[in-house]
């Protein structure tokens, strides 16, 4: 069997089932953070599952598949508003560090064309991406609970731009391999956020 659908039904599967406790959480602890969660898990699962819809039903990977992007972009954003109810309450200040690092991940993903051929959804993704480096950052200069959660938000767009760039050198989709492993990584990080945000908010 195709390892890839192996892999992508796995993903659909871990976030569907973290949406439906994000939705929980919120309804248990009443915080507009995990519907966000949920919401951000939900795109992820339902960009994939386009994707798997398609690998079973066409059996060809799609060279252009702008639903899969515009569902994983909208996740994004879910994610910056994730980390903006996050910050809302924080005194605002300017970070060179900060802008440092957002603007070298836009830099990255700009150059390598990440997320797909299209400069709209590249940029929108640059965009989206180097926003929650700049919170995550600037938020990291902080002593608090939430340093935890700072830090998993970066492993995540850090696996999220890795997995592009391993992508550019895979070949071969039907077996396991360093592209797999790093996409069931960015999945299971995706899915910790959860935990991590209750630990958060139950701390508080």
Not at 53 to 82: D, K, R, T
Not at 121 to 142: E, M
Request: aromatic letters at 18%; a positive charge; proline letters at 2%.
């Amino acid at each position: 069997m195709n390892f890839e659908l192996i892999d992508n039904c796995f993903q659909v599967a871990v976030l569907f089932c973290a949406a439906l406790a994000s939705i929980a959480a919120t309804f248990r602890q009443k915080d507009r953070r995990f519907l966000i969660l949920a919401l951000f898990f939900l795109c992820v699962s339902m960009g994939t599952l386009y994707w798997v819809l398609h690998l079973f039903i066409l059996g060809n990977v799609p060279q252009v598949f702008y639903v899969s992007e515009f569902s994983w972009l909208a996740s994004y954003l879910f994610l910056l508003s994730f980390q903006m109810v996050r910050t809302d309450r924080v005194k605002p200040f300017f970070s060179p560090l900060s802008l440092i690092c957002a603007l070298l991940t836009a830099a990255v993903i700009l150059v390598f064309r990440m997320f797909g051929p299209s400069y709209f959804v590249s940029a929108a993704f640059a965009g989206a991406v180097s926003a929650i480096v700049y919170l995550t950052v600037w938020r990291l200069r902080r002593s608090g609970v939430g340093r935890l959660i700072d830090c998993w938000l970066l492993l995540c767009v850090g696996l999220q731009l890795l997995l592009f760039a391993v992508s550019g050198f895979t070949q071969d989709y039907t077996r396991f391999n360093f592209y797999f492993a790093v996409d069931i990584a960015l999945t299971c990080s995706f899915a910790v956020l959860l935990p991590l945000a209750i630990r958060e908010v139950t701390v508080k």
